[in-house]
């Protein structure tokens, strides 16, 4: 697998690994040969929960922008912070058996590290698409613009799973539903967390 030695610079393995996330965000697979496969790779690769992490407090307190949350804006941010992990987390340690039950286990580690830098994108694209909504912008487009950035964000864990893990776009869709369930069901828990 061509790349960084996994003595590399934590910088240099971050500057791969984005630049294999923009290639595989654009659908061009060799995005995956910027990204290493190698335990220390893919530890390195969950440095993107920490990029990301910007984003999503600001998509979170945009959110918030028109009602506070109930429960106050501490606890509100802590709640969501920890789901946040618990989520994030969660679906790298569940996606394990699944790749497994699909004879994918030498593919996961790599699937795991390219799936972390996506986030970065995905997160990119959520964060852009989104903003526009709190400055004005029409409901209807507001709301057009956040359902692509979803179908997209989707898209995107749907292609990475596939190119990854060498498996069929049908079984691909598999990793994006059991995102989606972690999701909704972390979300739910912190929602009712802060009174949501």
């Known amino acids: 697998m061509p790349g960084l030695s996994p003595a590399a610079p934590l910088r240099q393995t971050i500057a791969s ?30 440095a993107a929960v920490l990029l990301c992490l910007p984003a999503f407090v600001a998509l979170k307190l945009l959110s918030w ?15 969501e912070l920890i ?35 996506a986030n970065v994108v995905q ?34 864990e749907w292609f990475v799973a596939r190119v990854a893990l060498h498996i069929p776009g049908g079984r691909a869709i598999g990793f994006v539903l059991l995102d989606l369930a972690i999701g909704i069901f972390v979300g739910g828990f912190v929602a009712q967390l802060v009174g949501g």
């Open 123 to 156: 997160y990119l694209v959520l964060l852009v698409l989104t903003v526009p909504a709190a400055f004005g912008l029409p409901e209807v487009l507001a709301r057009g613009l956040g359902l692509a950035a979803l179908g997209y964000a989707l898209w995107l």
């Open 17 to 46: 690994g984005l630049r294999g996330a923009f290639r595989l965000a654009r659908g061009r697979v060799e995005g995956l040969l910027l990204i290493e496969a190698t335990p220390e790779a893919v530890r390195r690769s969950f």
């Open 83 to 117: 789901g946040y992990v618990v989520a994030w987390a969660g679906f790298a340690l569940a996606s394990l058996p699944l790749a497994e039950a699909q004879g994918r286990r030498a593919e996961w580690l790599h699937f795991i590290a390219a799936w972390n830098w």
């Open 65 to 79: 922008a028109g009602s506070p949350p109930a429960a106050g804006l501490a606890r509100s941010v802590a709640a």
